[in-house]
């Protein structure tokens, strides 16, 4: 059993740069994996990434993968269920704002009968930001009673802002439970006004719903300076 955590950081420069990397994790038979994988590059760095995890026979891999930075994030996220009995959970969140623009791509492919993936991703976007994501739940055929499902939940803070979210299936086997959705939202005024009648401003309000909105996937990492500055960059980001 291990616990593992990644950040992705550079410091405030005008020199444009890029990004070109691959993380692939092993996680063998039995054996239980934390991994979260944190991105706040500057606004000048162009993100290309493949991640992948391999997880085994009657193994777990909880994965948390969170986009801040970089201009532009071009990723690729995919989860290999290569064991009978492997469980993986998959975890994102993004937040993209003035010209920010990610491109998340996710695939669970179940290679193995008996296995269970399950992804949830939430993001937001305001400005002329754009974000789009598309996910893919795959089986092989004959890999019966597998478990897969895909939901990304998008939150829109502005007119401008464009998200696209396509989630797919490609099942080849007949005896398994796969789902998939995609949601869009805006912010609400009966909360809004709700919370002002009870004193708190406008400003703080919109705040706090956006806050709660992501909280589900903050509260999986397991460190809480970790969560509470990441709390700290998306109130950033709103009051920008």
Known sequence: QATMQVEYASQDRERQSAYIGVTELI????????????????????????????VGRDAQLDWVNGVMGSRLTKAFIEVDTVGKGANARVSGFFFADRGQ???????????????????LFKGAARDNARTLWQGMIKSLPKMQQIDGYQVCRNLMLSDEARMDSIPGLEIEADDVA??????????????????????????????????????????????????????DEIEAKIIA
């Open 178 to 231: 796969c789902s998939h959705a995609a949601t869009f939202g805006t912010l609400e005024e009966e909360p809004i006004y709700y919370l002002m009648s009870r004193g708190i401003t406008r400003p703080q309000a919109q705040l706090m719903i956006i806050e709660g909105f992501f909280d589900e996937l903050l509260q999986r990492i397991p460190f809480e300076r970790v969560r509470q500055r990441l709390m």
């Open 27 to 54: 996680v063998g038979d039995a054996s239980n994996l934390r991994y979260v994988s944190l991105q706040d590059w500057n606004r000048e760095t162009f993100e290309f990434s493949h991640q992948r995890g391999v």
């Open 101 to 119: 623009f990610f491109d998340l791509d996710t695939q669970q492919n179940h290679n193995a009968p008996l296995t269970n993936t399950d992804l």
